[in-house]
T-cell receptor
Framework: DGGITQSPKYLFRKEGQNVTLSCEQN?????MYWYRQDPGQGLRLIYY???????QKGDIAEGYSVSREKKESFPLTVTSAQKNPTAFYLC??????????????FGPGTRLTVL | QQQVKQSPQSLIVQKGGISIINCAYE??????FPWYQQFPGKGPALLIA?????SEKKEGRFTISFNKSAKQFSLHIMDSQPGDSATYFC????????????FGQGTELSVKP
């Protein structure tokens, strides 16, 4: 089955620790995205990548970092600089980011809690 | 100008009733308006989408109405069912940013039996 997988489903972090959230897709999509979801605030874009070895900041990139070394993988690191990291994190992918109307496909999400 | 404003934040509807969720935007360059449905603990999934060359699009019990002059669009769920209980997000994009979406704040719909 083609799709997007995120791991882990639940993640607990102590203050001051960096954690990395995994996102893998086998849809052969060029573009990948990371969103943060908080109650009542919708989905806010953290980072997105249109192609391997390239990525751009979204609206709330501070305290986060990403890499795109392989087309199918787009891990997100939540650093200790992120002041309020407790949230539901969603990874998505689409065929590309420009030149057509592209559906975004979402993974099942990772719920991060800071203890 | 990049915002999409969605209302209401929450909605309670009786089984068999009509659920209506509204969205408004400012950027006249937006030309793609999808709606996503999200069940608790899951990722959103595309429900239905419209482009501004039509004023209405219907898929089963779900209809998007689009008013270009008012810069508003809405989702209507006819004959609402308890299984429709979920959070609904409107979004907007342009052809040049086809995969990059601006999302509304979300509406939590609860359909009572």
């Amino acid at each position: 089955d083609g799709g997007i997988t995120q791991s882990p489903k639940y993640l607990f972090r102590k203050e001051g620790q960096n954690v990395t959230l995994s996102c893998e897709q086998n849809l052969n999509h060029d573009a990948m995205y990371w969103y943060r979801q908080d109650p009542g605030q919708g989905l806010r874009l953290i980072y997105y990548s249109q192609i391997v070895n390239d990525f751009q900041k979204g609206d709330i990139a501070e305290g986060y970092s990403v890499s795109r070394e392989k087309k199918e993988s787009f891990p997100l690191t939540v650093t200790s600089a992120q002041k309020n990291p407790t949230a539901f994190y969603l990874c998505a992918s689409s065929i590309r980011t420009s030149g057509s109307y592209n559906e975004q496909f979402f993974g099942p999400g990772t719920r991060l809690t800071v203890l | 100008q990049q915002q999409v404003k969605q209302s209401p934040q929450s909605l309670i509807v009786q089984k068999g009733g009509i659920s209506i969720i509204n969205c408004a935007y400012e950027n006249t360059a937006f030309d793609y308006f999808p709606w996503y449905q999200q069940f608790p603990g899951k990722g959103p999934a595309l429900l239905i989408a419209i482009r501004p060359d039509v004023s209405e699009k219907k898929e089963g019990r779900f209809t998007i109405s689009f008013n270009k002059s008012a810069k508003q669009f809405s989702l209507h769920i006819m004959d609402s069912q308890p299984g429709d209980s979920a959070t609904y997000f409107c979004a907007a994009s342009t052809y040049n940013q086809g995969g990059k979406l601006i999302f509304g704040q979300g509406t939590e719909l609860s359909v009572k039996p």
